[in-house]
């Protein structure tokens, strides 16, 4: 089985910046061999969407149009870590954000793909 922890929510000021951390774990579980590792956020009253995506061990990443330029996914294989550095934070990107790990090939932010899921960390931006 795979767990996904993710850390580095928190409260901030809009304009601010955070960092955002998952780490995996598991038998025999290396996200440099999943298909996509990805960051969604769910936001009260909307439903979960697809926020960045880093494909096959670092191939391609993949953005929501509201983050481009802004957010950047990373990940260090060694560490067994994804990060979404979250920069120019606005107060519409708050949300609990959650880590998923993908096996299968598909649309990256589509919900269904996902076979593992973290239990989310909280970001607050403030005006």
């Known amino acids: 089985q795979v767990q996904l922890l993710e850390s580095g929510g928190g409260s901030v000021q809009a304009g601010g910046s955070l960092r955002l951390s998952c780490a995996a774990s598991?038998?025999?579980?290396?996200?440099?061999?999943?298909?996509?590792m990805t960051w969604f956020r769910q936001a009260p009253g909307k439903e979960r969407e697809g926020v960045a995506a880093i494909f096959r061990g670092g191939r391609s990443t993949y953005y929501a149009d509201s983050v481009e330029g802004r957010f950047t996914i990373s990940q260090d294989n060694a560490k067994n870590t994804v990060y979404l550095q979250m920069n120019s934070l606005k107060p519409e990107d708050t949300a609990l954000y959650y880590c998923?790990?993908?096996?299968?090939?598909?649309?990256?932010?589509?919900?269904?793909?996902?076979?593992?899921w973290g239990q989310g960390t909280q970001v607050t931006v403030s005006s």
């Open positions: 598991g038998y025999t579980y290396s996200i440099f061999y999943m298909t996509y």
């Open positions: 998923a790990a993908s096996s299968k090939v598909g649309t990256w932010y589509q919900t269904g793909l996902y076979n593992y």
